[in-house]
């Protein structure tokens, strides 16, 4: 069965939501499909102790505050779940979850969207899956010698399983570094970042980074980790104390350049992520690298795609009340691009 609308937003998660919430405000005919089976995109899979590095307030999607959960200044990913789950009832947005997308094909004048359930014909397409199911890990020697256990942020859930052991949790990044301090105090934590933490001031708490206000050296040179209380708890009791990135997994563990070594029973890489892209494979838009050029959300080769949820790739598209502005944007220019 074939199905046509004007757009089609491909991902129900935070960015997928806040394009739909502009694209109804614009009058203009669209449908979310999204692979998870629940409203909740990735949050609904992140780590039991995870927070948000801000406060609820400062973490909203458009038309919709999002409350303030009772106990906690950062909220959690249940929270946020609960949130989006709400945003997307309250604004009726017509998301069908269940739905995986294969593959977006040029038709012509039209976008061919292939899915498991059924194809759609649309205008426009707005692709907003995210990084979570493309984790990233690097290529370090000795990754198959090493006997113990290795996961990424993605496998992450609970300290508990890992009591009493000897942990390596590689990655200076906020996930990194609320995962070494969700460890300590259950396992014995080495926290190896490929280069010195860079802490934002403790009374930021993360608005800067999610209200996009940048200093002169632009919104990274602000730090790359949010201090929340669990991280700030441990780093000031001297129990999250970074080393240089080793250069090799041995079979006991890791070795550092200078042949100093420490042995390991798991590993955590809190490595980051890629784009999930492999839907769009067919419209043959990858250069250099697996690079797709873009103009700020807009495919540069084709003005009827649109990218959304990326993290800085096409605007701070990664944070809650970051993608409202950037789907904003992409609403009008769709807008423009449909009359």
């Not at 458009?62 to 604004?91: F, N, S």
């Not at 052991?165 to 490929?194: C, E, F, K, S, Y």
């Not at 010195?196 to 980074?209: E, F, K, N, V």
């Amino acid at each position: 069965m074939t199905q046509r609308t004007n757009v089609v937003v491909i991902g129900g998660g935070q960015a997928g939501l806040a394009a739909g919430y502009h694209l109804r405000r614009l009058g203009i005919e669209f449908v979310v499909l999204d692979a998870q089976p629940a409203p909740g995109g990735a949050w609904q899979h992140a780590w039991d102790s995870l927070r948000l590095f801000s406060p609820a307030a400062y973490s909203s999607l458009p038309g919709r505050l999002m409350p303030a959960q009772e106990g906690q200044t950062c909220p959690d990913a249940a929270h946020v779940v609960a949130y989006l789950a709400d945003y997307e009832k309250r604004h009726e947005l017509p998301a069908q979850h269940g739905v995986f997308v294969d593959t977006v094909h040029d038709d012509g004048m039209v976008l061919r969207v292939e899915t498991d359930s059924g194809t759609w014909r649309a205008r426009t397409v707005v692709s907003a899956t995210g990084t979570w199911t493309r984790p990233f890990v690097p290529a370090v020697e000795g990754r198959r010698e090493f006997p113990g256990r290795q996961l990424h942020t993605v496998q992450y859930k609970d300290p508990s399983e890992f009591a009493g052991q000897r942990v390596v949790g590689v990655g200076g990044g906020n996930p990194g570094a609320q995962i070494a301090a969700d460890l300590t105090g259950h396992a014995q934590v080495t926290w190896p970042t490929q280069r010195p933490p860079r802490y934002l001031h403790d009374d930021i708490d993360g608005r800067a980074l999610d209200e996009g206000r940048a200093d002169p050296g632009g919104v990274a040179s602000l730090g790359d980790i949010v201090a929340v209380p669990p991280v700030r708890a441990a780093r000031d009791t001297g129990l999250l104390a970074a080393r240089p990135m080793f250069t090799r997994l041995t079979a006991t563990g890791v070795e550092w350049a200078d042949g100093s070594r420490q042995d390991a029973d798991a590993v955590t890489w809190c490595t980051g992520f890629r784009p999930a892209l492999a839907h769009l494979a067919g419209l043959r838009l990858r250069g250099v690298r697996g690079h797709i050029a873009t103009v700020g959300t807009r495919a540069a080769d084709d003005p009827r795609l649109h990218f959304l949820g990326y993290d800085d790739w096409t605007g701070l598209a990664a944070t809650l009340i970051g993608v409202g502005r950037t789907a904003r944007e992409a609403a009008r220019e769709i807008r423009d691009l449909l009359a």
